[in-house]
Each structure stands twice: as structure tokens, then as C-alpha cells.
């Protein structure tokens, strides 16, 4: 019985550990696609402000890419629209990511 638990507990873990990296690789295909000719394909900016090494709070790019912020300019004013809440903690947790 414990045999199985420690084998239930490994693959939970394998699954879980994979699914990181996939949420990583759809954060970064999200930001190419939705984020990318503003920001730049490596957060470098363009016509947006660079992300990378942003001091914003891995929340506060949820916040603004799922509720909108009126303070910022657009598309920011509203929230990025066709992104599921998973997509958008992908996009946020990929932002911080940039170095």
C-alpha cells in the first residue's frame, strides 16, 4: 500500500511539474501573440514600455491585463480581451520571467 502511495505521490508530482512548464510556454506564446509588437518579442520594448525586469508585481500584470487599468494607455485601459484567467496568470507569470 505504501508502495502505491509513494508511486501516486510521483506522478502527481511529474504532472505537476510538467504542468508548469507548458502554463510558461503559453505565457510566452500569449505574450508573442497578444503583447509582443508593443512590448517588443523579448520585453525590450517598442512602442510600449520595456517589461523586462519590471517592478511591477507579478499581480499587478494580472491586474492590469484581466481588469483594466484607466490610468494607462491603451489597450490597458480595458482588459486584454480572449485570454481565459489561466492564460492571463500565464502572460503575468512569463512578464516576470524577462531578464
Do not use: R, W
Not at 47 to 56: F, Y
Not at 77 to 89: F, H, N, R, S, Y
Request: hydrophobic share 40%; charged share 25%; aromatic share 4%.
Amino acid at each position: 500500500m505504501m508502495k502505491h502511495l509513494k508511486i501516486a505521490v510521483f506522478v502527481l508530482a511529474l504532472f505537476a511539474l510538467t504542468g508548469l512548464g507548458v502554463a510558461q510556454d503559453d505565457g510566452q506564446a500569449l505574450f508573442k501573440q497578444k503583447c509582443a509588437a508593443c512590448h517588443g518579442p523579448n520585453g525590450e520594448g517598442k512602442i510600449g514600455p520595456a517589461l523586462k525586469d519590471t517592478k511591477l508585481s507579478e499581480d499587478d500584470v494580472l491586474l492590469t491585463l484581466s481588469k483594466g487599468n484607466e490610468a494607462k494607455k491603451a489597450p490597458h485601459k480595458k482588459p486584454i480581451a480572449g485570454l481565459t484567467d489561466e492564460q492571463v496568470k500565464a502572460v503575468a507569470h512569463y512578464v516576470k520571467s524577462l531578464k
